[in-house]
T-cell receptor
């Protein structure tokens, strides 16, 4: 089955620790995205990538980093510089055309210990 | 700042009634609009997309777009308790970009 796989489903971060959230898609989509969702809030864009080895900052990129070494993979690292990382993180992908819908992964809930 | 605005709700409707969800957007360059349904703790799932002025119907769902008024709406006919969820409105990126702008969502409660 085609889709987007995020792992882990739940993740806990200790003070000063970097953690990496995984996102893999087998839909052959060119564009991939990372969103953050806080309770009662909409989705805010962290980073997006249109092609391999290229990515752009979204609205809230500070304290996060990404890589896009393969078309199907777009991991997100939450660094120790992100002081309030507790949130629901969603990875998404789409075809390159901007009229196309987003396909979402199942999400990762990140909490601070 | 490009924005998509929604009333956070909750919007409560009785089972079998029509639920009307509304959304306004600030970016006149937005080319496409989407309604996603999100159950608590789950990821959003697309239920409707609309690109042209007017109405678009799909089963019990009707999306309406008015670009002059910068207004998008979603009507859910014959509402069911299983429709209880948060509905997110999103504006597709202005042509040439890939930044979708999401509203904060409207929580819908369908009362049995």
């Amino acid at each position: 089955d085609g889709g987007i796989t995020q792992s882990p489903k739940y993740l806990f971060r200790k003070e000063g620790q970097n953690v990496t959230l995984s996102c893999e898609q087998n839909l052959n989509h060119d564009a991939m995205y990372w969103y953050r969702q806080d309770p009662g809030q909409g989705l805010r864009l962290i980073y997006y990538s249109q092609i391999v080895n290229d990515f752009q900052k979204g609205d809230i990129a500070e304290g996060y980093s990404v890589s896009r070494e393969k078309k199907e993979s777009f991991p997100l690292t939450v660094t120790s510089a992100q002081k309030n990382p507790t949130a629901f993180y969603l990875c998404a992908s789409s075809w390159t055309a901007d009229r196309e819908k987003l396909f979402f992964g199942s999400g990762t809930q990140l909490s601070v210990l | 700042q490009k924005e998509v605005e929604q009333n956070s709700g909750p919007l409560s409707v009785p089972e079998g009634a029509i639920a009307s969800l509304n959304c306004t957007y600030s970016d006149r360059g937005s080319q496409s609009f989407f309604w996603y349904r999100q159950y608590s703790g789950k990821s959003p799932e697309l239920i409707m997309s609309i690109y042209s002025n007017g109405d678009k119907e799909d089963g019990r769902f009707t999306a309406q777009l008015n670009k002059a008024s910068q207004y998008v709406s979603l009507l859910i006919r014959d509402s069911q308790p299983s429709d209880s969820a948060t509905y997110l409105c999103a504006g597709g990126g202005t042509s040439g970009t890939y930044k979708y702008i999401f509203g904060t969502g409207t929580r819908l409660k369908v009362l049995a």
